[in-house]
C-alpha cells in the first residue's frame, strides 16, 4: 500500500504535543486526521474569533493604470474553514483577486476584509506580519536550487525567528504531509515538477497560516499529481484551514464538492454553491 502522507506525524511524534483546536472554526477538526502540521492553536487574537468570513470583498472594483476595469464591484466572501475555486478564463482577474487578498496589490475602489480586518486600516510596517498569515503558493513555486528541500521550506521559519528545535519539527512535519519527508536533503533541480510543487506547498504551510491562497497551483502538473495536490489542499482544510485555488482545471473540480466561484468580464458569481457535487446537479 502506497505510504500515506501524514500519517507518520499525526499518530507519532505531533500526537504527543497538543492538537490543535479548531472546534470553534472547524466541525472535522476533533477528528485528529490531518493535524500533523497544525497542531497547536493558529494564533489569532479573541476579538477576530467571532468572524465568519476570512475573506469579505466588499463592492471591490480594479482596474491596472488606465486600463479596463478588471474587477468591477465585486463582492465575495469565503468562510472561515470553508474551501472554494476561482475559475474563470484567462485575464478575468483571478490572480488579481488573489493579490489584493494578500495585499500585494491595493483595490481602486472598495473594501477588503481578511479575518475582519479591513486591509485599508493595515499601517505599512504591520503588511509583513499580515502577509505571514497567508500560505500564498504560485504555479511556479520558485524554490531556491542551491537550497536544500529542507531550507526550502524552513525559509519562513527563519524569517519569523523561530528555534532550531522548532523549525526541525516544523520542517518535516510539513514535509511529511506534502509526502516528501525522504527528499529533505535534495535539491531542487532535482525533483519533478509535482514534486518542486509540493515542497512550495509545504513552504507555503509551515508556519500554519490559517488561510491558503493557491495560484493555479496544478498549472505544470499531470492529472494524477493534479489530482493529488487538490487532495493535499482538502486535507488542509479538514483540519480548518481556509483555502481558495484559483484553477483552470474544471475537469478535476467539477469532481470535488467544493463551491465554484467564477469572475468573468469583471463580475463574480457562483457557479455552483457550496455543497453540491456535479451528481447533485445533474440528479438532484
Ligand atoms: N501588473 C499589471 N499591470 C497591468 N495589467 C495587469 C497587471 N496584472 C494583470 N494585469 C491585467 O489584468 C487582467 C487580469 O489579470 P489576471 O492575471 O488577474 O488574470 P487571470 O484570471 O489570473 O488570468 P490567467 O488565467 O491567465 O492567469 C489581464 O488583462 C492582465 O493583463
Ligand atoms: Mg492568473
New binding site residues.
Given amino acids: 500500500m502506497p505510504r500515506q502522507p501524514g500519517r507518520a506525524v499525526a499518530e507519532g511524534r505531533a500526537r504527543a504535543r497538543p492538537i490543535a483546536d479548531f472546534s470553534h472554526s472547524h466541525p472535522h477538526a476533533r477528528s485528529g486526521r490531518g493535524s500533523y502540521l497544525y497542531d497547536s492553536p493558529i494564533p489569532i487574537p479573541d476579538s477576530r474569533k467571532k468572524v465568519a468570513d476570512i475573506i469579505h470583498f466588499h463592492h471591490v472594483s480594479h482596474r491596472?493604470?488606465g486600463?479596463p476595469e478588471?474587477l468591477a464591484d465585486v463582492n465575495f466572501r469565503l468562510g472561515k474553514g470553508e474551501m472554494a475555486f476561482l475559475t474563470?478564463p484567462?485575464?478575468?482577474?483571478?490572480?488579481?483577486l488573489l493579490r489584493l487578498t494578500a495585499l500585494l496589490a491595493r483595490p481602486v475602489r472598495g473594501q477588503i476584509l481578511v479575518e475582519g480586518t479591513d486591509l485599508q486600516t493595515i499601517k505599512r510596517r504591520h503588511i509583513p506580519a499580515f502577509r505571514r498569515q497567508i500560505g500564498v503558493i504560485f504555479q511556479d513555486p520558485s524554490l531556491l536550487k542551491e537550497r536544500t528541500v529542507f531550507e526550502n521550506v524552513a525559509l519562513p521559519l527563519l524569517i519569523r525567528g523561530a528555534s532550531g528545535d522548532d523549525i526541525g519539527r516544523r520542517v518535516r512535519a510539513a514535509l511529511d504531509a506534502v509526502g516528501l519527508l525522504a527528499k529533505e536533503k535534495a535539491y531542487p533541480p532535482t525533483l519533478s515538477g509535482g514534486e518542486q510543487q509540493r515542497v512550495g506547498i509545504a513552504r507555503a504551510v509551515v508556519a500554519r497560516p490559517p488561510l491558503l491562497l493557491a495560484d493555479?497551483p496544478t498549472g505544470n502538473l499531470d492529472p494524477d499529481m493534479a489530482r493529488e495536490v487538490m487532495q493535499l489542499f482538502m486535507r488542509f482544510n479538514e483540519v480548518g484551514v481556509s483555502v481558495l485555488v484559483?484553477t483552470?482545471a474544471r475537469g478535476l473540480i467539477e469532481r470535488l464538492p467544493h463551491r465554484i466561484a467564477h469572475?468573468e468580464k469583471g463580475r463574480l458569481d457562483d457557479l455552483r454553491p457550496a455543497g453540491l457535487t456535479e451528481k447533485t446537479l445533474d440528479f438532484g
Avoid: F
Fill in positions: 491596472y493604470g486600463g478588471i474563470g484567462s485575464g478575468a482577474g483571478k490572480s488579481t493555479e484559483a483552470h469572475l
